[in-house]
């Protein structure tokens, strides 16, 4: 078995107390235990580490926390989170983390988790998209990750006013479009656009991430989060409706990428008018029937084809009610 440099992220009180989980201390790795604290102080130049380990079983504020604060000590190392069950609840995609582990987790658990975060973590520096510190591709400031020995580049969004717990900004400057969190508005220009939530939170996620492409799959876990259980074509459905708002000059700003997913990019936007080949291409991928317009109907779509269109021939007076949810609700 390869021995890992494991760097042990953990509220002060607890740096005496055995690491969490507990089946770490016998798997034979080198553990280094730092408080958050010490973690913001150290040099980075006297810090390396194949993973980091934060434990948030008694401190859930450290979860959302660490991404950024190993991202600025330069430490290029997955990170995984320790939780005990009742932490669970809130574990998300924001925390741009590897993976997260129980505190009760057996040693062959461990060990493989570990594994698979250092092993994922280096073939993705192979391919050029390993950010520092968290998931592969998108760094903790939300900005498309770079290789080599910088830091990755501030992103080409513009911030003001106040940050989420998440370290999310809660306004976002992208081009000729402002969205601000702390009102839940969004304007184009002068023009208020009139959004449901989910329609702005997933205008938000593009805002705050031009110029990367991201898959259905990406998007659904940032924008829907990870308990949401329907398929990815409700991706499709709103990007259509947010394109459909931002109105002509401005709706070619979100890009299809053929079958790998979307792109933002508003400079683009009005140069391109009325697109460049690839700006509403989803009729030509899997959205290529008209997609309904409620969300119950979307998820329909995981049904065999005959039971879909069975429904959609219905009479509009006899179809059932559609579920009512925060997807209809305008903000």
Not at 63 to 90: D, H, K, M, N
Not at 95 to 105: E, G, P, R, Y
Not at 281 to 303: G, I, K, L
Request: with cysteine; net charge negative; aromatic share 6%.
């Amino acid at each position: 078995m390869e021995h890992m440099r494991i760097l042990h992220i953990c509220p002060a009180p607890r740096l005496d107390s055995p690491v969490a989980p507990e089946s770490l201390q016998y798997l034979g790795h080198q553990i280094e235990r730092l408080s958050l604290d010490q973690l913001s102080r150290a040099d980075s130049n006297s810090l390396s580490a194949d993973i980091v380990v934060a434990d948030a079983c008694l401190d859930l504020s450290l979860a959302p926390a660490i991404a950024e604060a190993v991202a600025q000590t330069r430490i290029a190392a997955p990170i995984i989170v320790v939780l005990s069950e009742g932490g669970l609840a809130t574990a998300s995609a924001k925390w741009n983390v590897s993976d997260i582990v129980l505190t009760t987790a057996g040693p062959a658990e461990v060990e493989a988790r570990l594994r698979l975060a250092r092993d994922h973590h280096r073939a993705q520096a192979s391919h050029g998209a390993t950010s520092w510190g968290g998931r592969a591709g998108v760094s903790a400031a939300g900005s498309t990750a770079t290789t080599g020995g910088s830091r990755p580049e501030r992103p080409s969004w513009n911030t003001s006013g106040p940050w989420t717990s998440e370290g999310e900004p809660m306004i976002v400057v992208s081009g000729a479009l402002r969205i601000d969190e702390t009102a839940f508005t969004a304007h184009l220009g002068e023009r208020s656009l009139d959004l449901t939530y989910r329609e702005f939170a997933l205008l938000k996620f593009f805002a705050m991430h031009p110029e990367r492409v991201f898959t259905r799959d990406e998007i659904l876990l940032a924008v829907w989060g990870d308990d949401y259980f329907g398929g990815t074509r409700t991706v499709d459905v709103h990007v259509r409706r947010v394109r459909a708002k931002l109105g002509k000059d401005f709706e070619n700003a979100i890009h299809t990428v053929r079958y790998v997913g979307y792109r933002f990019s508003p400079d683009s936007a009005a140069a391109h008018g009325d697109g460049d080949g690839d700006g509403d291409s989803d009729e030509a991928e899997s959205d290529t029937e008209e997609a309904p317009d409620t969300d119950a109907a979307v998820e329909a779509d995981a049904a065999s084809a005959t039971d879909e269109v069975a429904e959609h021939e219905q009479p509009e007076h006899e179809r059932p009610e559609a579920e009512s949810n925060e997807e209809d609700v305008k903000v």
